[in-house]
């Protein structure tokens, strides 16, 4: 496989140093890294991002997670190895990367559950950090990043 380009975060000047501190500001804010990595991994399952796939899978490793945990997040709610919090959490990343599959984009019920587990400050992170991934799953798909290729 070959990429299409280089990767559009560094190719476009000062793209790249953005980005980076989206991320930063959105894991400021107490959500644990282990919950952010486990929503990259789940929308970019969903979106079929092979580089972010393998990235947050590894991430997740490094971080000292279960390969239970990693090998079942695309069916979390049928395994038992999630907090009920990562489970909203996950249900929140599920909804806001399926904008357009159901009428009530995020339903009520879907983020009532993810506020019971997270104030607003770090709701909003969570909810910056599923669009920012949303948006990582784009560009490389569009720019054809190869995963665990190295990025130029």
Known sequence: MQARMGNPAIVVPDALPALMALDKATRATGV???????????????????VCVHMHAKDLREGGQ???????VAGWREAPYFTDAERAAL????????INDRGDQVPDEVYDEAAKHYDEQQLGALILSIAT?????????????????EWS
């Open 32 to 50: 644990p890294k282990s919950t952010l990595d486990l929503v990259h991994l789940r929308a970019s399952q969903i979106n079929g991002c092979s």
């Open 66 to 72: 279960s390969d239970e945990r990693i090998d079942t």
């Open 91 to 98: 249900a929140l990343a599920e909804a806001v990367t399926r």
């Open 133 to 149: 991934v949303n948006l990582w799953n784009r560009v490389n798909i569009a720019a054809r990043q190869v995963a665990g290729g």
